[in-house]
Nanobody, 128 residues
């Protein structure tokens, strides 16, 4: 079974930092791009960040550029999202995601339907 498990969420104040991690099992994703999405209550799931399989390229939604950093450790089959200077509008459930194959587009393809495997999510709550 392919499984993605997020961790690291929590409740913080605006300006604080959190580091989210996603551990993958059942398949090695070393040759796959990986992404982070988030979904706030009553809102649709939106793209946050993605990283290429070689780790040399990344893409971020404009609202998190300069604050969030996506990284990966292929040896551990994990991907992380370092979130700094958190804002209340960052409050959401954060999901890591992987595509079906290594040929499924680039990090600049930000549609959630381009990803097949999803974690259960980790809650991030940022108070003002």
């Amino acid at each position: 079974q392919v499984q993605l498990v997020e961790s690291g969420g929590g409740r913080v104040q605006a300006g604080d930092s959190l580091r989210l991690s996603c551990a993958a099992s059942g398949r090695s994703f070393r040759n796959y791009k990986m992404g982070w999405f988030r979904q706030a209550p009553g809102k649709e799931r939106e793209f946050v960040a993605a990283i290429s399989w070689i780790g040399g390229r990344s893409n971020y939604i404009d609202s998190v550029k300069g604050r969030f950093t996506i990284t990966r450790d292929n040896a551990k089959n994990t991907v992380s999202l370092q979130m700094n200077s958190l804002k209340p509008e960052d409050t959401a459930v954060y999901y890591c995601a992987a595509p079906k194959t290594q040929y499924s587009g680039s990090v600049y393809d930000t549609n959630d339907w381009e990803y097949t495997y999803w974690g259960q999510g980790t809650q991030v709550t940022v108070s003002s």
